[in-house]
């Protein structure tokens, strides 16, 4: 995983709640046995007026002119501004590889759903949760400013928006340390394998018909 | 101190290591594998050199891609058209061999959908911390189990570690209290906790859903509230372990026998929250208020009885929800105000996780019994969720009744639900669906999907439009006995 490093991202906005995963990536696209290469159908659905397959051109599709990332104002865009319960609906992780292949770094909305939060620190996107005040005053400053950017530093857990004005953010300790040093979560669990492995030998004891071979 | 709950005791009996900055590490007792968010697991653990941590743990089998025609699944593997979903699942099946993982393969008399699989070979036990790359693993919490859905990177970590690395979650109860209503079922019973809690009510929460109605259900119903309960937004829906849940468990092929049946029982005995246990939010239904439900919109909040109407987006609490609100109804065809008796169908779908267990399909074949299904139903198809729940069916004769009634009786898979293989619906057609989520386009490029029961489902088929199954004869008949 790359480091996190601190950016200036162009804003663009999503208004609309509850966006699940399929919306995020439909079905079809999650048969690819790859993590790369979903970025083209990211909000495939939305994004386009056809009906997307796997293994397409999609330069050859007709785009849909209203959906925002179409609109030539949010070119290059890294930060997704989104409504309440983003990302939920379905485990399946094609969502955020999608977003990062897409290129966003970060997802601001006042909440998110559980499984996709997880699977969003895994591959390295950031997620704030702000207030629905904050984040309704984000839309409208988005809305009124071309190329309304965030500068995006989580060392010290702050974006900066485009008027100077500085927004704190929560996020817990371990998610921003794997984030800033880029960690691999598997490495630094297996430091633990004694703990596994002592854990696993009393948990086998104490309950054996866990543990019963039956193949 | 006070007592603790289910959740609280399941935690402690997997805890491995709590770190100081508040996340932890959890044993986990069963991991499910499907082909979908897998491949790129195994490919992970190629990459680093890894090796599974303990390879009986491990459950595979294919769902999501597999056909459901007879015609293509006498094949095998070679039956699935579509190249792309022949390399997934051709993938699993190479994973599997590679790591010497046991797989149930596309034609296994065991091969279903992977939350049908489990409880049904008894490889899902109580006290067991469960996990699958897949949302709607919370149904394993119907005994009394840990259960909940997980990434890819997670499917991973688990392969490699047998941890997960999480943080614990706040305890919610949703009690649902007294005698349901003849036609009433799990189904509605968790529609109506989503319609009530909303999409995002249980995001932090793990869910135990207890009280008389809940207690009252037969493990396949007890699966089906666990099944949703991720649209309530919680990964994990637990319910305590009774003697339902035990008779369940008794003789299936991964149940423990003899000494360890009797050492096991005595452990799950204690798998009940205690009476002092204290829950962050608790939730109360009356269960004589649920009446069946059918969504109208695209998320499974967007849901009401079957007397009630669409509801008009002006009356919608903010200005978010009135815009979501417009929307569904725009994507759905819809008007305010429209009855719900008055929505007609297109395709009927009777399937999925949530209901494609043996009782599911009774309850619908019950209702479809000597009856025909309406002309203007273009397809009505019923997907056991398993090689065994259909061969069940068959041996009760119910493949008869859904196939006389005009119903399509295929083989097993997650099919519809979310339409990764050929079953889908096309843009604009309303599908009376028993499946889980009714996002755009989640059954087919816009599809439209009204979730409902199994017994509702039959009954729209029948009538080309949802009825009250409570007003049917079968249940009048029925009616008439109890007077």
Redesign the interface.
Known sequence: MKKFERFEGVVAPL????V?T??II???F??????TGFGVNLFD?LRYLD?GQ??QDCSQRPLNPDFVLNQPRYDNAEVLLA???FG??????HA?WALEDFGFKLVVAP?????FY??AF??GILLITLDEDTIDRLFDEVEAKEGYRLDVDLENQRVITHRGEILEFEV???RK?CLLEGLD??G???K?ED??RA??EK?RQR????????? | MSGQTLYDKLWDQHLVKQRDDGTALIYIDRHMLHEVTSPQAFEGLRLANRKPWRLDTNLATTDHNVPTTLIERAQGNSGIKDPVSLIQVQTLDDNCLEYGIEEFKINDPRQGIVHVVGPEQGATLPGMTVVCGDSHTATHGAFGALAHGIGTSEVEHVLATQCLLTQKMKNMQVRVEGKLGLGVTAKDVVLAIIGKIGTAGGTGYAIEFAGSAIESLSMEGRMTVCNMAIEAGARVGMIAVDDTTIDYIGNRPYSPTGEQWEAAVADWRNLVSDPDAVFDNVVTLKAEDIEPQVSWGTSPEMVTGISGQVPDPNAAPDETVQRSHSRALEYMGLKAHQKITDIKLDKIFIGSCTNARIEDLREAAKVAKGNKIADSIKLAMVVPGSGLVKRQAEEEGLDKIFIEAGFEWREPGCSMCLAMNADKLGAGEHCASTSNRNFEGRQGYGGRTHLVSPAMAAAAAIAGHFVDVRRLPANDATHAQEA
């Open positions: 208004d609309r709640a509850n699940d399929d919306l439909p079905k079809q999650l048969k690819s046995i790859k993590r659905e009906e796997p293994d409504r309440r319960n939920c609906g379905s485990s399946r992780e955020p909440s998110f759903a559980d499984i997880n699977n895994k591959n817990d300790e371990f340390h979560d598997i630094l669990t297996l633990d703990a596994i854990f696993e948990h309950r054996s018909w866990l543990f019963r071979q039956t193949a």
